[in-house]
């Protein structure tokens, strides 16, 4: 089935990923799904290859939720937990420790052209620059952040710890919001290896530039490289220009279209709280 919103081209998004200077390999996962509205940033770890394994698992899973245009997009919740259970059992089945992988993303309705989802786990982040104004959407569940500090001001083997993750187990949690997107709003979704390597005035400031979407995550990967490039870093940037009116056609396909892929009631996914 067609996603004939979508089609409009309203909007356009690129992204990058780089392994970084301290790293060996890359843990870092993402899809940058234009044509499904789904855009999707994993962060792995773990010993071994199971760092990425992890995020491939995260990224492969939610990726499956857009085959179709999904009419409620809290779906992505369920996906969620199922990529939570996926990397547990690969983890059990070889014997891996502390696999894991963060996840942050954005779902867009097919339906609506104002209205998107924001989810995420872990430290991964988004952020938004409307009308010249940056702002963090997302926050990270982090020992520091549930303590309400800085990372600095924690004992060295508490820094950079998180509190959930996908593979964590039954204490994994996505937090969602709604998003009502407005015209010209822009989007960055990231890896830690982007937000923790560089300022979040020179984010803005890459991120204000009049250059492609893909040129705006290429910059942001080169900045992170130039600030040290201790983890592996990745970038996707959405940009909208005019949102488009609602038109009959899209109308018609939101009707035809049932409320979950097998045109079943979606069971309760309302994720737990803490």
Do not use: W
Not at 52 to 69: C, F, M, Y
Not at 186 to 204: A, F, H, N, T
Not at 236 to 262: Q, Y
């Amino acid at each position: 089935m067609p996603f004939l919103l979508f089609q409009k081209k309203y909007f356009t998004a690129g992204a990058y990923t780089d392994t970084g200077l301290a790293r060996k390999e890359n843990q870092d996962s993402y899809r940058c799904l234009s044509s499904g509205g789904l855009f999707v940033v994993s962060d792995g770890m773990g010993g071994g290859d199971g760092g990425e394994r992890a995020s491939a698992i995260v990224v492969q899973t939610l990726a499956k939720a857009v085959v179709t245009p999904l009419k409620n997009l809290s779906a992505m919740v369920k996906f969620s937990y199922q990529a939570n259970t996926e990397i547990q059992k690969f983890a059990a089945a070889n014997h891996m420790r502390g696999m894991g992988a963060t996840i942050v993303g954005i779902v867009l309705s097919p339906f609506q052209p104002t209205f998107a989802m924001l989810f995420s786990a872990g430290d991964s982040r988004c952020y938004r620059l409307r009308k010249k104004e940056l702002e963090l959407l997302t926050t990270d569940h982090s020992i520091a952040s549930a303590m309400g500090v800085t990372e600095e001001k924690l004992a060295k083997h508490l820094q950079g710890v998180l509190t959930n993750v996908a593979g964590c187990g039954p204490k994994f949690f996505l937090e969602t919001q709604n998003l009502d997107l407005m015209d010209n709003d822009l989007y960055l979704l990231c890896s830690d290896g982007v937000s923790r390597q560089i300022p979040e005035s020179e984010i803005k400031q890459i991120l204000s530039s009049n250059s492609l979407p893909e040129q705006k995550a290429k910059d942001l990967i080169t900045a992170s490289l130039k600030h040290g490039g201790m983890d592996n870093a990745t970038a996707i940037v959405i940009a909208f220009g005019k949102l488009p009116e609602i038109t009959p056609d899209v109308s018609r396909e939101e009707a035809e279209t049932p409320m979950t892929p097998d045109g079943e009631e979606e069971d309760d996914v309302t994720p737990p709280t803490e």
